[in-house]
């Protein structure tokens, strides 16, 4: 992952800036019900601004990322809103284990919601859904299939939380999406507990 250090470092010198992510490209459409994705991950800079918040814990990256997401999806929740739906909408990280989090040091998708929630006037939640068990990283999962088995039924509910997800509405976020694998996984426990709508939006695609 050298290689990948480097292109962080030319893309984004030690001081972020809005101009620097004005320059990714914007993501494909992910073709995935109910998910939105702001920047191009194929792209290289759309690589290693995923890096970067993986590994830098840039909280002044991460405040900018949170505005691209929040602006990506103030049409759609402007809309649903008119209809009394994401008035004051729950907002999830994409847990991690226990282990995962021993490894990285911190969670960079609930850096994300918290900032995310705040500028879109929603319920930051980070502990309403965590991870059960270990599974393998998707990354290294190639088959679409396969993904899917992964991360089934690899998420629970807060005993004290769950209970007030009975109509609520739901935005997941994460920092990428590519199958929708982990997102469906997530989606399906909320659901389950009693929630009305879950959209989720991620940093790349």
Not at 108 to 130: C, K, V
Request: hydrophobic residues 40%; glycine residues 2%.
């Amino acid at each position: 992952m050298k290689w990948l250090r480097q292109i962080v470092a030319l893309v984004f010198p030690a001081r972020y800036t809005r101009a620097q992510l004005k320059i990714i490209p914007r993501a494909p459409n992910p073709d995935i019900r109910n998910v939105f994705a702001c920047f191009d991950y194929h792209h290289t800079k759309g690589k290693a601004l995923v890096y970067a918040l993986k590994r830098t814990r840039d909280r002044i990256l991460t405040q900018y990322v949170a505005e691209h997401m929040a602006e990506h999806v103030y049409e759609y929740l402007a809309e649903q809103q008119q209809f009394s739906y994401f008035l004051n909408p729950i907002v999830v990280p994409v847990p991690i284990t226990k282990r995962q989090r021993q490894v990285r040091g911190f969670n960079q998708t609930e850096a994300l919601a918290r900032e995310f929630a705040q500028l879109i006037g929603g319920s930051y939640t980070p502990y309403l859904a965590y991870k059960h068990r270990e599974t393998e990283k998707q990354a290294l999962v190639k088959s679409r299939s396969q993904r899917f088995i992964n991360v089934q039924n690899c998420f629970s509910l807060s005993r004290e939380q769950q209970s007030d997800l009975l109509h609520k509405d739901i935005i997941i976020i994460d920092d990428l999406v590519t199958t929708g694998a982990t997102i469906a996984s997530l989606e399906k426990t909320l659901r389950a507990a009693g929630a009305r709508n879950v959209i989720a939006i991620t940093v790349a695609h």
